[in-house]
């Protein structure tokens, strides 16, 4: 069986579907994809069901019954990974936003590094993003200057979608415990890490705003990652990270 598992949510991914996973299939290592999809009403799910008989046993499915949230979609695909057995576990976005070509980096700092947790970084190296309008790349970095300050991680890019993990922390992680369910998920999931004293490393990678379909962001996902940090802070006085 592979050790490798890429992650994948999807909700109306229908225009970067079948080039996401020729990408991923395509690399100069072996890897698994899951797909996680919320019943995209493009027919996502169904496009996926059509190309596994090509990838074999390498292409999985996990749907659900409507739009649930970015942290549930992998808390599920995290527990089937655990369960199936896989070592290194990555999770990236469909839309390219990630470049496929980064994932063998990110396998070998856990695999061979000695990282039990590493992060594609935007602001590890400078800025590295490509297509956001400055607004936007200025309310992501000093949203990671906040996150930085508040909870004394020295994560860079607290908010990045594109890690890899070594299948022991989150076998140490509580994954029905995690209260978030947009971009503060990525940010409570390193902080417990770095809570219970894994090895977080960053690697540069170069970022780049989708080109098909259209972004998932919202006021609501905005508001819970500004918040949530202040409440991961403080709970974090009343729990015991030992392992």
């Not at 592979?2 to 299939?25: F, G, K, Q, S």
């Not at 046993?57 to 739009?67: A, F, T």
Request: neutral net charge; charged residues 25%.
């Amino acid at each position: 069986m592979n050790e490798r598992l890429v992650i994948v949510p999807t909700y109306n991914e229908i225009e970067n579907i079948d080039r996401i996973i020729a990408a991923v299939m395509q690399l100069p290592i072996d890897v698994d994809l899951l797909i996680v999809d919320d019943n995209s009403p493009d027919g996502t799910g169904k496009r996926i069901k059509e190309l596994q008989s090509k990838y074999n046993s390498s292409l999985h499915l996990l749907e659900r019954s409507g739009k649930l949230g970015l942290g549930t979609a992998y808390i599920l695909g995290f527990k089937w990974a655990l369960e199936k057995g896989y070592l290194y576990i990555c999770e990236m976005d469909a839309d390219f936003s990630h470049d496929p070509n980064d994932l063998p980096r990110l396998f070998e700092a856990c695999n061979h590094q000695n990282a039990d947790l590493a992060i594609g970084s935007r602001y590890v190296s400078g800025v590295n993003v490509v297509n956001w309008p400055m607004s936007r790349v200025l309310i992501s970095y000093f949203a990671s200057v906040y996150v930085r300050m508040v909870t004394r991680m020295k994560v860079r890019d607290a908010t990045a979608g594109f890690v890899c993990y070594r299948r022991e922390v989150l076998e140490v992680i509580n994954l029905d415990k995690i209260q978030f369910k947009g971009y503060a998920f990525q940010i409570e999931m390193k902080f417990k890490a770095c809570k219970f004293g894994f090895n977080v490393v960053e690697l540069p990678i170069i970022f780049t705003d989708r080109r098909e379909g259209t972004s998932k962001m919202s006021g609501m996902i905005v508001s819970e990652a500004i918040f949530g940090v202040i409440r991961l802070k403080v709970a974090s006085w009343f729990t015991n990270y030992s392992r």
